[in-house]
């Protein structure tokens, strides 16, 4: 028969749970023992809700304090000599490597000083994972055994799981090698890595466990040919081992078509694939299946839209076809830990809307439902009332606007939108004569500090406590403090320190249409780091300017240029939940008509230099190379210069991108006249020669915003003195890395006053 499975819950907390708690045992508010209980109630919380919504496989091991990959590091005790020296307990060596931690002697521990390990994103995710650190001395031994712990903790609740595990090979191929062994490839420490593996495995094996989920999501890459490679031997070899569970390889995220050789005659008992990513991989991937087991994901763990049980049922009855039921699982594409935990906790969302929405909890019940549903069982109602759903978004007026649609299609036929009058060279000549700025022109990405004064003003104004006069008047004293201290350090372009806003995109969906808010729809970005991404629900527009007031009180305060401030279409898209009913271009090309508006409105209201922020732009490029890639430039940058291009050669556009490697030729297609980048942490020598031959001006961001550490003016001297060894001296502007808003103002003043000081160093010299 066919049965349900869920790849894994949300570990957070229906209301941050996780969160808070973990956050109190790094402050010492509450004990390790306390910090255990939550997340032991969080697990038991998670596989009742699953089991009692009738989930025939629920997983264990799914759970973490704080990143599942870093878990597996600890297992395996891939832990860095840096962190083992201070005798620190289990839970404080993982929440190190985390996070770094610094802490002065006491009279019963030592003083300890340890930076974090690398995060990163996990594939196209919003979640960053932290990244396993090999080295040559890495000692291979197995840590514990928290799968085996969790999967008999569910037991114990008279649960039977099926244990998640990372497999070997993405396992190591996610990781990377520590400082002192460069030369090390990953990859090549499998035959090491795989004894510790089959341990594990035959103790889930021993305590129970007849079937474990083995996640390789790196199978959705372009992989090298030895990695490929990789999996045969792994598998092989847990296979060749006596006493072990089934294994089932799961896939996610994207197409496995290009790697399928290297899975295809691969011994485990059955394969996971994403038939919602890509589903035009069925008929290929399937080929392989054999008389193995196929599970099927075909409820999106990713996004936040109601399944449609129509076409649910019949795809899955598609692949019944091929391999017969009792091979069959209906199960969530990924993890649902990208999803919100419960709608039912949203109690301000428009009724209509919230119909359309599904989260984690809801998702459960949807891959119940469809499992029934094959099974012949009587979910009539259900069916009904999906239907009715479904129906109800397709035809409402908030999913179709004709004049946005027609407006849009216009947009992208006529090439004239996305072009500026003249081209870089042309509109630099205006735009020296208009701002006669000096060389190394100073400036900074746009927040200033964002103070707890600003916060409760904004929950004051938010609940009502204060009018909106009131808040104004804060808004504009703000806006008066931090242009007045610009103007005293001696910046050349200001900015108006975007106090009014909460968040880069809330505060943009907020003012467009097209847009829906939680109140409670977090999902883990890293450790105790949640978002609450808007959703894009319907077609966007833009029914008034949304930041012209701001920006144009802020420069009546000065006479030097005041940067507007926006938030480029691309980040804005990346940044929410889209839609799943119309494809990611469309939407960005709305938001950019939207955006359009606003740098238009801005330069008829006098504001001539104006940033479109887009440092989401490279997180979105397409995991694989080729023409999905291709297309996903094209219409990013295209959305960027649809956006910024209705003004005169003399409006100066600038664009900022941070969080990520860039490559320097896409950032090129925006056309925009002043990029800014992070940089300071950049130590590749390389990473400044690729800038090099960027066409237009650039600035190379000179400190750590993330750090309250205040370079003196000897090292931004010795800073842009590297940077001008490769760089043309007439391009380069003077910058932080990216806007200001975690820092304090102490730092803040001090920062800044030595970076113009330096920049007023090189004027003299050259
Ligand atoms: N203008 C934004 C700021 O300064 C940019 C933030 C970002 O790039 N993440 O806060
Ligand atoms: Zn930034």
Redesign the pocket.
């Known amino acids: 028969m066919v049965s349900s499975a869920v790849l894994g819950f949300p570990r957070i907390g229906a209301f941050r749970e996780l969160k808070k708690n973990t956050e109190a045992y790094w402050s010492g508010k509450i004990d390790a023992e306390q910090l255990l209980k939550v997340g032991k109630d969080i697990r038991e919380k998670n596989w009742k809700l699953q089991k009692e919504a009738g989930v025939d496989i629920i997983p264990s091991n799914d759970f973490s304090f704080y990143d599942h990959v870093l878990d597996l590091s600890i297992l395996f005790n891939v832990i860095p000599d840096r962190y083992t020296k201070y005798e620190l307990s289990s839970l404080d060596t993982f929440f190190a490597m985390a996070r770094g931690l610094q802490r002065k002697a006491s009279e019963t521990t030592k003083a300890v000083d340890v930076p974090a390990l690398e995060m990163v994103k996990w594939f196209d995710a919003n979640y960053h994972y932290v990244r396993p650190t090999f080295s040559k001395s890495t000692n291979f031994k197995l840590n514990g055994q928290k799968p085996v712990d969790e999967y008999l903790e569910a037991k114990a609740l008279g649960i039977e799981t099926r244990p998640v595990l990372v497999g070997p090979v993405s396992y190591l191929f996610l990781g990377k090698a520590d400082k002192d062994s460069l030369d090390l490839e990953p990859i090549s420490l499998l035959e090491k890595l795989l004894p510790l593996y089959v341990e594990i495995l035959k103790k889930l094996a021993d305590a129970g466990a007849k079937v474990v989920q083995i996640d390789e999501p790196t199978l959705v890459l372009d992989l090298p040919e030895n990695v490929k490679a990789a999996f045969q031997t792994a598998y092989s070899k847990l296979a060749a081992a006596e006493g072990l569970p089934e294994l089932i390889l799961t896939t996610y995220f994207g197409d496995v078509r290009p790697n399928l050789d290297a899975i295809k005659e691969l011994p485990v008992s059955g394969f996971h694939f994403d038939f919602v990513r890509t589903p035009e991989q069925f008929d290929d991937v399937v080929s392989i299946v054999g008389d193995k087991t196929l599970s099927v994901g075909i409820v999106d763990g990713r996004n936040i839209w109601k399944n449609n049980f129509a076409e649910s049922v019949d795809f899955v009855k598609k692949a019944i076809a091929k391999v017969g039921a009792d091979k069959i699982i209906v199960a969530t594409s990924s993890s649902l830990l990208h999803t919100p935990v419960d709608l039912a906790n949203e109690k301000k969302l428009d009724a209509e809307i919230k119909n359309w929405f599904s989260f984690a909890t809801q998702k459960v019940d949807e891959v119940v439902t469809i499992t029934k549903a094959i099974a012949g069982e009587d979910v009539a109602a259900k069916l009904e009332e999906n239907a009715a759903a479904i129906k109800s978004r397709k035809e409402s007026k908030i999913t179709n606007n004709p004049e946005v649609r027609k407006r849009t299609s216009e947009a992208q036929a006529d090439e004239s939108m996305s072009k500026r009058h003249s081209d870089f060279p042309t509109r630099l000549v205006s735009q020296k004569a208009k701002y006669n700025l000096p060389l190394f022109p100073t400036t900074t ?3 200033f500090p964002q103070t707890k004064e600003i916060r409760i003003n904004r929950n004051k104004f938010n609940k009502g406590e204060i009018s909106a006069e009131e808040y104004e008047k804060f808004i504009n004293s703000e806006m008066e403090t931090v242009v007045k201290f610009q103007e005293e350090i001696g910046l050349d372009v200001l900015v108006h320190g ?1 106090p009014e806003r909460n968040d ?1 995109v809330q505060y943009f969906g907020e003012k467009l249409n097209g847009f829906a808010f939680t109140t409670n729809g977090w999902v883990q970005s890293y450790g105790s780091r949640y978002v609450r991404p808007p959703i894009i629900v319907g077609d966007v527009d833009r029914p008034a300017a949304m930041t012209v007031k701001e920006s144009v009180y802020a420069q009546s305060l000065t006479k030097k240029p005041m940067k507007g ?1 926006l938030t480029g279409p691309v980040t804005i898209l990346r940044w929410s939940f889209p839609r799943d009913d119309v494809t990611q271009k469309v939407q960005s090309y709305q938001l950019s008509l939207a955006l359009r508006d606003e740098v238009n409105d801005l330069e008829k209201a006098g504001i001539t230099v104006i940033q479109v ?1 887009e ?1 989401a732009i490279r997180e979105g490029l397409p995991l694989r190379a080729g023409s999905e890639r291709s297309d996903y430039l094209q219409w990013a940058a295209e959305s960027f210069r649809i956006a910024t291009s209705g003004v005169e050669d003399s409006t100066q556009i600038h664009s ?1 991108f ?1 969080y990520s490697d860039l490559d320097p030729n896409h950032i090129k297609a925006l056309d925009a006249d002043v990029v800014s980048i992070e940089f300071s942490k950049k130590d590749d020598p390389n990473y400044i020669q690729e800038f090099s031959n960027y066409p237009n001006h650039i600035g190379l961001g000179l400190f750590d915003i993330h750090s309250p550490r205040i370079p003196s003016k000897e090292e931004f001297i010795a800073r842009i003195g590297e940077i001008l060894k490769v760089y043309p001296a007439d391009k380069f502007w003077v910058n932080p890395d ?2 200001l ?1 975690t820092r304090g103002w102490e730092e803040t003043r001090a920062s800044l006053t030595n970076m113009v000081d330096a920049a007023k160093y090189y004027r003299g010299k050259y």
């Open positions: 990405i746009g927040s975007e880069m401030m922020d440092p900022h941070c990216c806007g808003k």
